[in-house]
């Protein structure tokens, strides 16, 4: 290794040692886009890249990133970039600054993390009305991998809720049948679900069952011919 390359990539690791506070809050997951941005100087123009391995040498090669792993969208000039983030893993980006000559001696190296997505929760309910007595179904199906922890929120009328927790649901039970059979009208709705990866703390849609009271018993008379 060359004096000049040694020199360079120790200059490199300093400066990612030193934006290492910054650097530890570029988290996002996997299908999110982001935006990545720089101040902007009267007369530069900035070009920025992507990198899916750390070891080279960032200041004399092109960015390496597949756009299968990580792409930019709208372009990859200008003080401000957008990039979506396919698969997880750990990335980097290098912009570069050049003035009005197109001379640069100016680059910022910057990391981030692209972890798992977050597991989600969609409930569907059959049939939507019932008497009561009778029993309808809910089905949660779910995004991410298995097994599967969540918790099902159950709201009546007047504002009452109760939550009841899933544990340990494996991928053969997805979607996850619950048989319900309520005295009054509910609301349902997956409040926290987890996965291997995670938890998801945004709620999943809702869906309300309507239960028809019974009718009181009266006599029943057979009219005669």
Request: hydrophobic content about 40%; glycine content about 6%.
């Amino acid at each position: 290794m060359s004096i000049l390359r040694f020199n360079t990539l120790a200059l490199l690791m300093l400066m990612l040692l030193a934006l290492a506070p910054a650097i530890a809050q570029n988290v996002v997951y996997e299908g999110e886009t982001s935006n990545l941005a720089v101040e902007q100087r009267p007369g530069d123009t900035y070009e920025w890249e992507l990198y899916d391995n750390g070891t080279v040498n960032f200041a004399t090669v092109p960015g390496n990133c597949p756009p299968a792993s990580a792409i930019f969208v709208g372009g990859n000039v200008g003080a401000s970039v957008n990039v979506q983030w396919i698969k997880p893993g750990i990335y980097f980006f290098k912009v570069t600054a050049r003035d009005a000559a197109g001379c640069t001696n100016n680059i910022k190296i910057g990391m981030m993390e692209v972890k798992h997505a977050l597991p989600t929760a969609t409930i569907t309910l059959s049939p939507p009305e019932i008497c009561e007595g009778e029993k309808a179904t809910i089905e949660v199906n779910f995004t991410g991998a298995a097994p599967w922890d969540f918790i099902l929120e159950s709201k009546d009328r007047y504002g009452n809720t109760t939550t009841k927790q899933y544990t340990g649901i494996p991928s053969t039970n997805n979607p996850y049948v619950i048989t319900i059979s309520p005295s009054t009208d509910m609301t349902y709705t997956v409040i926290e679900v987890t996965d291997i990866y995670g938890t998801q703390k945004k709620p999943s849609n809702s869906v309300t069952l309507m239960v028809h009271p019974l009718p009181q018993k009266t006599p029943i008379y057979i009219k005669k011919p």
